[in-house]
């Protein structure tokens, strides 16, 4: 029997999810625990898809102070004056560990119509307006025009966007990797369930050193 849930490295990116000052750093409008220590092996994550020259997509919110683009959930929030990840702030950057370089910034007008930024070779920021990164985005049609079939999951915090985010990728027929240590928030019993939907759990050790194998891999043959 087939297993089509098996991740094919050579064909995959990384997404990292929300992993913005405002959300990560002590200070920070809504700092979720647990962001800032994942920060390092999302880093190394990183650093393996650039030296592999595999895709890497930032996802980022952004809340227009006047609530109109917020999930109802927040949106109370934002229109009585609390403000987080607003566009053009310090706090809606891309924690700089992540970035190829830390002069990179976001630029917000054209995220904010829904195309992506790029930043590198082949490496892009691409705003989200709910939890998951494929919800009224491109990101699917972004990662099919390069043949990606497999994604593999970072950031900031697994119970809201990286799970949505896994769910979206899993309905759309990818094949998809949770890195378990680079993810805020993350419990057993969650973990589990993705294992049941055919979710691989990882840790970035792992990952890393599958993504550093399959490079060797497509050089043998």
């Not at 229109?79 to 702030?89: C, L, N, Q």
Request: net charge negative.
């Amino acid at each position: 029997m087939i297993d089509y849930t098996i991740p094919e490295w050579e064909k995959s990116a990384l997404l990292t999810v929300d992993v913005q000052r405002d959300f990560t750093e002590p200070g920070g409008a809504m700092c979720i625990p647990g962001t800032l220590e994942a920060v390092p092996a999302m880093a190394r994550l990183a650093a393996a898809y650039r030296a592999a020259h595999l895709p890497i997509v930032h996802i980022v919110r952004l809340y227009l102070p006047d609530g109109s683009n917020v999930d109802l959930c927040r949106r109370g929030q934002i229109e009585s004056g609390v403000r987080m990840a607003v566009p053009g702030s310090e706090g809606s950057q891309v924690v700089s560990a992540l970035l190829p370089q830390e002069t990179v910034l976001l630029d917000t007008p054209l995220l904010l119509t829904g195309r992506p930024q790029p930043i590198g070779p082949r490496e892009w920021i691409l705003y989200k307006p709910r939890w998951g990164a494929f919800h009224n985005t491109g990101l699917e049609e972004h990662l099919r025009a390069m043949d990606i079939n497999t994604v593999v999951v970072c950031g900031c915090n697994f119970p809201n966007c990286p799970r949505a985010t896994m769910y979206g990728a899993s309905e759309r027929d990818f094949r998809v990797v949770c890195v378990s240590d680079a993810i805020s928030g993350v419990y057993e019993l969650g973990l589990a369930e993705l294992s049941r939907m055919g979710i691989r759990v990882l840790t970035s050790g792992e990952c890393v050193r599958l993504v550093k194998g399959s490079q060797t891999s497509a050089a043998d043959h």
